[in-house]
């Protein structure tokens, strides 16, 4: 078993192999999770979990525990295979990026799109096309009457997790949300961790 | 006002300025349409509507009549201005494309994604990326309990439309759904149309 810390507000990137296991841990709880999943040949990573094409896969707004999310050509790339958490999880809003923050008040504030995009670097691996719709694990964002969004604070626990079977060779970016001028994490930004098993063993 | 017939499974793209009403007109009732925006400068598309920053910026999982969508910059591109269909569409669904119709058993069926492909390349313009997730007009997905989706056949009666208002010079691109597999138009493909008024006029 491998572990990554992942400081608040920053992102790290993971190498996993098909049958591997990935954990998401909410160390502290409370803590907004944006999660990548990307593959491709050699350096160039040209294919990406999509959260529309999972969507049409599952017809449910977020993965079941034993449903895969799938790619932007349908292919399978993670499945869900354990939840710890309260099972509240976002699939419809994009990363803070640099035009929400300025949007905000806040420009220059770290963001999870430029999060990913210095993970991907410091891994040695390029992706150049927009930023993919993430996988917010732990974020709350209940859909209402006439498809109003509400923006909740994370209820999860100290040590919450999400556990993913990777169904394909693929690279794994978590970033700790930086978000803290809309309440979406608990207060203070806190830690996450990132868990990895070889090939199905178990991480517990 | 010009007007762009767009042949039942095929589509079309077309230039409008900032300020440009774009209505898109179910001409027979009860189909599909998948509306693409996209900007840049010379002929390279750089920018694209985006569903996910646009329900991060309305708190609603499409857009209501004043409301507007933004693109992957988080920059209004269209305005809804005005829906005189039962005003059901969808913001979560994906294109059609190759990858969904060989599962569905009809390898080389038409497709939305090529569609917009072919309609960007006649009109001579170059987009490298993913295929953004379509606004999706006349289609019914709802949200039921605990995050379920149901593909309900469009309600659109002939004639209904929506108008849309550029915000910012762009390329509109509707493709008239040619998915017959699973009825999310009405019995038969059927077309749709594009009415363009320059700089504000009334396109009735």
């Known amino acids: 078993?491998?572990?990554?810390?992942?400081?608040?507000?920053?992102?790290?990137?993971?190498?996993?192999?098909?049958?591997?296991?990935?954990?998401?841990?909410?160390?502290?709880?409370?803590?907004?999770?944006?999660?990548?999943?990307?593959?491709?040949?050699?350096?160039e990573l040209t294919e990406h979990h999509s959260a529309a094409h999972t969507r049409a896969g599952i017809?449910?707004?977020?993965?079941?525990?034993?449903?895969?999310f799938v790619t932007d050509r349908r292919r399978p790339i993670l499945t869900l295979v354990e939840d710890t958490s309260p099972g509240e999880h976002d699939m419809l809003i994009p990363a803070c990026d640099p035009a929400r923050y300025a949007a905000l008040g806040a420009p220059g504030h770290r963001s999870c799109a430029a999060n990913l995009r210095e993970a991907l670097a410091?891994?040695?691996?390029?992706?150049?096309?927009?930023?993919?719709?993430?996988?917010?694990?732990?974020?709350r964002i209940p859909v209402g009457e006439d498809?109003?969004?509400?923006?909740?604070?994370?209820s999860s626990r100290p040590g919450d997790a999400v556990t993913l079977r990777a169904e394909m060779d693929c690279v794994i970016v978590v970033s700790a949300c930086p978000q803290d001028l809309v309440r979406i994490s608990d207060a203070g930004l806190s830690p996450l961790a990132i868990e990895t098993v070889h090939n199905g063993g178990n991480p517990a």
């Open 1 to 43: 078993m491998n572990r990554t810390e992942v400081p608040p507000g920053t992102a790290r990137a993971v190498r996993v192999g098909a049958g591997d296991l990935v954990r998401v841990i909410d160390v502290e709880g409370g803590q907004v999770g944006d999660v990548f999943a990307f593959t491709g040949s050699g350096r």
């Open 59 to 68: 017809d449910r707004l977020f993965p079941a525990v034993g449903e895969s």
């Open 122 to 139: 410091e891994a040695g691996m390029g992706f150049t096309g927009p930023i993919p719709q993430p996988i917010n694990v732990f974020m």
């Open 147 to 154: 498809g109003r969004l509400s923006w909740l604070t994370a």
